[in-house]
């Protein structure tokens, strides 16, 4: 006998990650309601419409959810956008931008589903943060600060909400093949900017390793893994062998000589 599927409310389903989440869920007798602003068509979820930046949006996408389920069993926060830029140069609106989709977005979506869950007395809360979250990385100061923002939360949450049978997960996606440099805010890199020799060359080897990175569908997999689990960790880092080494890394090494392997590594002039 077939068990009735549990139902997953997932953010940024249009994307490649989202997307690979919702397939291979959907696959395996989860039923997947996923959010975008624009209008989708898919095989692997119901769309929704709804902008994590509007409050009403979200209340009112959470509303069709429990109108045609009367529950939502997992919250996958998966929407986010990415920044580059030096700390210096980049826009402060573009910065506030990317905090409103990547934090407060997520923190929005904990904050109205969180209720619904401690009814129930059950409930799996999935943050989708990023390696990039475990340290500053040159000319992604800014994403990386809203993906650490994203860990240091999850960590709060999941020792308040354990006592009502809720579970939460921070998982750390590393380099990906998807489209997000398409939606990616950027400074332009100016020439008489101090930093544009650097900038416009690490802006190469960051798309170079995402067109590198692994398939979607490797992060969908998994994600269905870890949903069967009983007892689940708090944290995953999901990517190749030297992006998930990193936090280890960070524990073991002095930061300056950590921080002189960046600087090796993106070939950056002392």
Known sequence: MNQTPKVVLLTGASGGLGTAIAKHLSQNNYKVYGTSRKKQTSQYYIWVPMDLSDKISIEQAINIVMYKENRIDILINNAGIGITGSVEETAIDDLKKVFEVNFFGTVRMIQKVLP???????????????IAGYTGLPFRGYYSATKSAVMRMSEALSSEVQQFNIKVLDIAPGDF????????????????SPYYTDYKRILKMIDDEVESGLKPDVLGQKITKILNLKHPKLRYNIGLFMQRLTPYLLCVLPGRFFEKLILNHYKMRK
């Open 116 to 130: 619904i869950m401690r009814q129930q007395q059950s409930g799996t809360i999935i943050n989708i943060s990023s």
């Open 177 to 192: 093949q998807t489209n997000i440099a398409a939606g990616r805010l950027y400074t332009e890199a100016r020439d008489d």
